[in-house]
T-cell receptor, first 114, second 113 residues
């Protein structure tokens, strides 16, 4: 059974801090690892990682994948109150003959305070 | 604008009643998915469909049913057999063969009263 574990479950930081969110996984036929941000309702896409060791960056957010250790991190620098959200990690597999599907972790709830 | 529309946003159901959640997309995506989200448990896959008239059970399909009569539509029925239906339900879609992730709808919050 595919498994995705995120840590920490929740985190409270002060504005301006840097945070690192963790995601480890066990999945057969790994295809990709994705990060989403969920503020109230629909998760919004942040990054997709398929190759090990290549950092994806978007503004203050960055992410990297280690396929050997089955691990990914999401970094947020100079946090702002608008970064407060649940961050979801998901892993996609390749299932021959069926639609590829994502297995999600439980998410990390980040709260950024003034 | 293309996207996924879920309706209604909030739904109340009495115990023992079936209820159907709507999911419509105009993205011309082939694959569609239903996830359930409970506090502290992330998203769990209920059903998914790759093409019209075909669908597969996910990890927690018991007590749910779906249909895929049109490419654009993938309704989810929560039956009375689902013992704990109160949850947030998310629909998503993806173009088959795309390596990118899903596009999500805004969700339906179902409460059993």
């Amino acid at each position: 059974e595919d498994k995705v574990v995120q840590s920490p479950l929740s985190l409270v930081v002060h504005e301006g801090d840097t945070v690192t969110l963790n995601c480890s996984y066990e999945v057969t036929n790994f295809r990709s690892l994705l990060w989403y941000k969920q503020e109230k309702k629909a998760p919004t896409f942040l990054f997709m990682l398929t190759s090990s060791g290549i950092e994806k960056k978007s503004g203050r957010l960055s992410s990297i994948l280690d396929k050997k250790e089955l691990f990914s991190i999401l970094n947020i620098t100079a946090t702002q109150t608008g970064d407060s959200a649940v961050y979801l990690c998901a892993v996609g597999n390749i299932n021959t003959g069926t639609a590829s599907k994502l297995t999600f972790g439980t998410g990390t709830r980040l709260q950024v305070t003034l | 604008d293309g996207g996924i529309t879920q309706s209604p946003k909030y739904l109340f159901r009495k115990e023992g009643q079936n209820v159907t959640l709507s999911c419509e997309q105009n993205l011309n995506h082939d694959a569609m998915y239903w996830y359930r989200q409970d506090p502290g448990q992330g998203l769990r896959l209920i059903y998914y469909s790759q093409i019209v008239n075909d669908f597969q059970k996910g990890d927690i399909a018991e007590g749910y049913s779906v249909s895929r009569e049109k490419k654009e539509s993938f309704p989810l029925t929560v039956t009375s057999a689902q013992k704990n239906p109160t949850a947030f339900y998310l629909c998503a879609s993806k173009r088959t063969g795309s390596t990118y992730g899903y596009t999500f709808g805004s969700g339906t919050r179902l409460t059993v009263v």
